[in-house]
């Protein structure tokens, strides 16, 4: 059974670019969290969604920042406009569907830096 | 609301010797807790997790941890360091079965020869 894949597991892209992270999440996982990590400072959470649904978004930044999970296809999580300070490692994790085991199962991430 | 806290950045120990790194929790119900360690640019790797069965917890790597309600801990321990721990640990909580986690800042171990 693949783990959780991200990719790029490295981007790099200029202020004002456009920045796309993919996330697939652990076959028969619907439930996707995305958390962001800044240097220094510990894994925050950002947005999670389930199939075509974004369930809790209460950690995304207001702006520029979007996510998205379709019915066929891998989680996106966009950010439009970069800037320095969204140099960042981004993860994704899942869980599976029931009511079992809630621990989440982390890919090995995506590293942003802007120039 | 849910926060963790890990007192400290870095802890240092020499090989063999006991690992105990902290962690201390707040939550206005039952919470599941989990210890994750991650190596340089890597993701995340689940080392044990507290799910209200036993409140000791054994994990990899032969590390475990206590749950301790009184104390609101979680306190992570290995008896005999590896110079393969060396990482970086987080702690973090959840309160219901889909819901996010909310992480420590995480405490960075070094194992000195």
């Known amino acids: 059974n693949a783990g959780v894949m991200q990719n790029p597991r490295h981007l790099v892209r200029r202020r004002g670019q456009e920045a796309r992270l993919r996330c697939s999440p652990m076959?028969?996982?619907?439930?996707v969290y995305w958390y962001r990590q800044l240097p220094e400072e510990g894994l925050k959470f950002m947005v999670y969604?389930?199939?075509?649904?974004?369930?809790?978004e209460s950690g995304m930044p207001k702006e520029r920042f979007s996510a998205e999970f379709p019915k066929e296809g891998p989680s996106i999580l966009r950010i439009q406009q970069v800037v320095r300070g969204d140099s960042a490692a981004y993860f994704c994790?899942?869980?599976?569907?029931?009511?079992?085991?809630?621990?989440?199962?982390f890919g090995p991430g995506t590293r942003l830096t802007v120039t | 609301a849910q926060s963790v806290t890990q007192l400290g950045s870095h802890v240092s120990v020499s090989e063999g010797a006991l690992v105990l790194l902290r962690c201390n929790y707040s939550?206005?119900?039952?919470?599941?807790l989990f210890w994750y360690v991650q190596y340089p640019n890597q993701g995340l790797q689940l080392l044990l997790k507290?799910?209200?069965?036993?409140?000791l917890v054994k994990g990899i790597n032969g590390f475990e941890a206590e749950f301790k309600k009184s104390e609101t801990s979680f306190h992570l321990t290995k008896p005999s360091a590896h110079m393969s721990d060396a990482a970086e640990y987080f702690c973090?909580?959840?309160?219901?079965?889909?819901?996010?986690?909310?992480f420590g800042k995480g405490i960075t171990l070094s194992v000195r020869p």
């Open positions: 994790a899942s869980s599976p569907r029931s009511q079992g085991p809630p621990e989440q199962y």
């Open positions: 076959k028969g996982h619907s439930h």
């Open positions: 969604l389930q199939k075509e649904n974004i369930i809790d």
């Open positions: 939550s206005s119900v039952p919470p599941y």
């Open positions: 507290y799910t209200s069965a036993a409140t």
């Open positions: 973090a909580v959840r309160t219901g079965a889909n819901s996010k986690l909310t």
